[in-house]
């Protein structure tokens, strides 16, 4: 069983930058691929970004460019780095497996965009 944390999330105005980070508890977080989701208002949760155990990574088509997602397995921590935020990134971002188990579910962490 793993547990996920995510932190790192705020207020940033459009161009700004923030890193987001998604901790794990349990030492078999090193053997599954993890990605960053986000729920904005009124819209289903989507799929941002993954990263593989080999560090084979994937992004949405709408962050692709401007997000960057890496892994620390010794330190059991994803990390999202994400840069030429826009008001259309607003969201809740949580971190999961991919593909994601509803087991994994943490409480996210809000990002705003907004002047």
């Known amino acids: 069983q793993v547990q996920l944390v995510e932190s790192g999330g705020g207020l940033v105005q459009p161009g700004g930058s923030l890193r987001l980070s998604c901790a794990a508890s349990?030492?078999?977080?090193?053997?599954?691929?993890m990605g960053w989701y986000r729920q904005a208002p009124g819209k289903q949760r989507e799929l941002v970004a993954y990263?593989?155990?080999?560090?084979?990574?994937y992004y949405a088509d709408s962050v692709k460019g401007r997000f960057t997602i890496s892994r620390d397995n010794a330190k059991n921590t994803v990390y999202l780095q994400m840069n030429s935020l826009k008001p259309e990134d607003t969201a809740v971002y949580y971190c999961?497996?991919?593909?994601?188990?509803?087991?994994?579910w943490g409480q996210g962490t809000q990002v705003t965009v907004s002047s």
């Open positions: 999961n497996k991919f593909p994601a188990s509803a087991n994994y």
């Open positions: 349990g030492s078999a977080f090193r053997i599954y691929a």
């Open positions: 990263i593989t155990t080999g560090r084979s990574t």
